[in-house]
């Protein structure tokens, strides 16, 4: 089993769509856990940590359950700037945080 | 603040060069991190420096690659000889704290193709 597990995508959805990812992991001892996003051609950035009692930003919302041992995001109301790819990073007991390979969103109009 | 600066932005090079990657963390930030993302391997961790000292090289792929931090505001990663299958995109990342597990912040990445 990979360390760190996603859906590539990519998922199609259309503007004002509400839609989520998951993202398992191996290692039941982590403690980190992050969503990055990352646009073509460009740079991985931060979307949001995620927290043990889940955690909410505007539209997009972050979830863990360490039994299954997986995180989610679920973003609501699709705008086309979402349109990236979502990263999941998750400390695997490694020195450094491990980056899932990611999924691809694109939203429609 | 400047964030995560690299150079080149853009590197050709034909196989057998050496090549060589330039990383200015933020200013302030202990950990530095090298990447290289690929379509077909996605992110990978190359080597991690905490307070200028490497700390995890195991993701350096062979004796081709070699990293360095001779300061707090400088990183380099050469690859001599270059072969086609390093075409990638390699990023600089830096981080806050003395552990691997905090927020990074990445740099814009430099696009090596080696003809």
């Known amino acids: 089993r990979k360390e760190v597990e996603q859906d590539p995508g990519p998922f199609n959805v259309p503007e004002g769509a509400t839609v989520a990812f998951n993202c398992t992991y191996s290692?039941?001892?982590?403690?980190?856990f992050f969503w990055y996003r990352q646009d073509c051609r460009k740079e991985p950035k931060l979307l949001m940590s995620?927290?043990?009692s889940g955690n909410e930003d505007g539209r997009f919302t972050a979830q863990l359950n360490r039994a299954s041992q997986y995180i989610s995001l679920l973003i609501r109301d699709s705008k086309l700037s979402d349109s990236a790819t979502y990263l999941c990073?998750?400390?695997?007991?490694?020195?450094?945080?491990?980056f899932g390979s990611g999924t691809r969103l694109q939203v429609q109009p | 603040d400047a964030g995560v600066i690299q150079s080149p932005r853009h590197e050709v090079t034909e196989m057998g060069q050496e090549v060589t990657l330039r990383c200015k963390p933020i200013?302030?930030?202990?950990?530095l991190f090298w990447y290289r993302q690929t379509m077909m391997r996605g992110l990978e961790l190359l080597i991690y420096?905490?307070?200028?000292?490497?700390?995890?090289d195991s993701g350096m792929p062979e004796d081709r690659f070699s990293a360095k931090m001779p300061n707090a505001s400088f990183s380099t990663l050469k690859i001599q000889p270059s072969e086609p299958r390093d075409s990638a995109v390699y990023f600089c990342?830096?981080?806050?704290?003395?552990?691997?597990?905090?927020?990074?912040?990445f740099g814009p990445g430099t696009r090596l193709t080696v003809l």
């Open positions: 990342a830096s981080s806050l704290g003395a552990g691997g597990h905090n927020e990074q912040f």
């Open positions: 290692n039941s001892a982590s403690q980190s």
């Open positions: 995620v927290y043990s």
């Open positions: 990073v998750i400390d695997t007991g490694r020195r450094a945080l491990t």
């Open positions: 200013s302030g930030h202990n950990s």
């Open positions: 420096f905490n307070n200028n000292v490497p700390i995890d």
